[in-house]
C-alpha cells in the first residue's frame, strides 16, 4: 500500500488492474482530489440546479464549486443567467452561497452595482474616462435541460452536451418539468469521496441488503443480475421482471413516451450520461412505499400515473422523474473526504401541500435512501484508506456501470495530459 501511495496521479489510474476497484490513494489523497475538482468540476458539464431554485425575477441561487462561485439568477425578462460571483472592481464576492432575492446585485465592498443581466449600472469615484461597458459580470456556460441546469466553468465547454440536450429535451417535455416547485430540499455531507458517492449510485448489488425502502418500488433488475446457479424463486421474478418491464415499454411507447435505454458512457464521452424509463413495482405509480402516486396533482398536463420512472444519471448527479413528482440529486466535492449531496423534490407548480400530496409520502423513501448511501460511503471511504485494503474485483453482472466509470474517469484524466 505505501509504495502505490507513492505512485504519481497518472500511474494510479494506470496502475489499477481491469475490473477492479481503484486504488485507496485515489481516494484520499489532497493532490488527486484537487485535480479531481479542476478537470471534473471545472472543465465538464456539472449539474448545479434546478429552475425552481430561482422562481421569480430577481431570485439568485449561489453555488459554490471548489474555489469557484457562481450566480444563478432569473432576471427581469424571466430568463435564467449565470454569471462568476465575482464583482470587477477589486474581486469580492457579491452573494454569499444559499438563495435569496434583490433588485440588482450590489457588491458589499464599495457597492458596484450590477442588473440582473450583468451589466454593471453603477460604480462612484471611477472618474469620466471609466467604460462600465467594460466590466460586466462574467458569464458562465449554461445550458437548461428540462428543469437542470448545467453549467461548465471552462472557456470552452465541451460540444457533446448537445447529445444529453437533444436525447432528454423530448422526454422531458410530456412532464413540463419547468412548471414545478421544490416542495422538500435535503443537504446532507457525506464524509467519503466524490467518486464512491457516483460509485454506488452506480450499482443495486447493495440494494436489496441496505434500502429496504426504495426497493419496495425499485426494481434492481435493472441494473443488471447474475444468471448463474438461480433458483426457482428467483427464476420466476426474473421471468417476472422481464415480462413486467416488457409490457411497460410497450404501453409507454404505443402513448408516444421516449423510454429506451440511451448511454454515451465510453471514454470518448466527455459528458457523460446514461437514461431508461424504469419499471416500479406493486402498482407502478411512483417511487413510494405505496408505490402510488404521493401527488394526485400530476406533472405536466398529465392524466395517467403509471409511467414509471423516467431516470437520467451523468457524471454528478441521479434524477428519477415519474408522473407526480421528481427527485433531482447533484453532488459537489469538498474535499478528499467529504461530498455535498443535495437532493431536490419537485412537484406540480400549482400542487397544494395537504390537499394535493403528503410530504412524507413524497420524500420518505429517498431521504431514507440518501441517509443508508451516506453510511455505505463513509465505511467504504474508511476502509479504503486502511492500510490492509487492496481493491477488489467487481461483479461482471451487477458492477457493469461501476468498471465503466473507473475507465472513464482514467481516460478523461490522461485527455486532460495527467
Known amino acids: ?21 481503484m486504488s485507496g490513494a485515489l481516494f484520499g489523497r489532497q493532490d488527486v482530489f484537487e485535480t479531481d475538482v479542476d478537470v471534473f468540476f471545472a472543465r465538464h458539464w456539472i449539474l448545479v440546479g434546478v429552475t425552481a431554485d430561482v422562481p421569480e425575477s430577481g431570485d439568485v441561487s449561489t453555488v459554490e464549486i471548489g474555489r469557484a462561485s457562481i450566480l444563478i439568477v432569473r432576471d427581469d ?32 465592498y464599495h457597492q458596484w452595482t450590477y442588473d440582473l443581466d450583468g451589466g454593471l449600472r453603477h460604480a ?17 456556460h449554461t445550458k437548461i435541460v428540462g428543469t437542470q441546469i448545467f453549467v461548465c466553468l471552462a472557456d470552452e465547454a465541451p460540444v457533446d452536451i448537445a447529445r444529453l440536450d437533444a436525447t432528454m429535451t423530448p422526454r422531458f417535455a410530456p412532464y413540463d418539468l419547468t412548471n414545478t416547485k421544490i416542495a422538500f430540499e435535503q443537504e446532507i455531507v ?30 434492481p433488475e435493472d441494473f443488471g443480475f ?43 464521452a466527455v459528458t457523460q450520461f446514461r437514461t431508461q424509463q424504469l419499471v416500479i413495482a406493486g402498482a407502478g405509480e411512483s417511487q413510494t412505499l405505496s408505490t402510488r402516486v404521493a401527488s ?11 409511467l414509471g420512472d423516467l431516470h437520467l444519471w451523468t457524471h454528478n448527479s441521479w434524477t428519477h422523474v415519474m408522473s407526480d413528482h421528481a427527485v433531482i440529486t447533484y453532488i459537489i466535492p469538498l474535499a478528499p473526504d467529504r461530498t455535498l449531496v443535495r437532493s431536490k423534490w419537485l412537484v406540480h407548480a400549482d400542487a397544494v401541500e395537504g390537499v394535493d400530496y403528503d410530504l412524507q409520502a413524497l420524500t420518505e423513501v429517498w431521504i431514507a435512501t440518501n441517509m443508508q448511501d ?7 471511504h474508511e476502509g479504503t484508506q486502511d492500510p490492509a485494503y487492496r ?6 453482472f451487477t458492477e457493469v456501470y461501476v468498471e465503466q466509470f473507473s475507465r472513464w474517469y482514467a481516460a478523461r484524466l490522461i485527455a486532460h495530459g495527467v
Open 1 to 21: 500500500m505505501s509504495e502505490v501511495c507513492k505512485l504519481s496521479h497518472g500511474e494510479l489510474i494506470r496502475h489499477r488492474e481491469p475490473g477492479h476497484g
Open 77 to 108: 425578462d424571466n430568463m435564467i443567467r449565470t454569471w462568476r460571483n465575482v464583482c470587477r472592481h477589486r474581486g469580492a464576492r457579491l452573494k454569499e452561497a444559499g438563495k435569496s432575492t434583490v433588485g440588482m446585485l450590489v457588491c458589499p
Open 124 to 140: 462612484a469615484h471611477m472618474g469620466k474616462d471609466f467604460d462600465p461597458k467594460c466590466r460586466s459580470l462574467i458569464p458562465v
Open 190 to 219: 457525506e464524509e467519503g469521496n466524490w467518486k464512491l458517492v457516483m460509485e454506488n449510485n452506480r450499482e443495486c448489488y447493495h440494494c436489496q441488503g441496505t434500502h429496504p425502502e426504495l426497493t419496495a418500488s425499485f426494481l
Open 226 to 268: 447474475c444468471p448463474e446457479n438461480l433458483d426457482e424463486v428467483s427464476l420466476a421474478a426474473l421471468d417476472d421482471y422481464r415480462t413486467r418491464n416488457a409490457a411497460c415499454q410497450a404501453s409507454w411507447a404505443s402513448d408516444g413516451l421516449e423510454g429506451e435505454t440511451v448511454e454515451w458512457l465510453g471514454e470518448d
Open 296 to 306: 394526485t396533482r400530476l406533472l405536466g398536463a398529465l392524466t395517467r400515473r403509471d
Open 374 to 380: 451516506k453510511h455505505l460511503v463513509e465505511i467504504t
Open 391 to 396: 481493491p477488489g474485483a467487481f461483479s461482471p
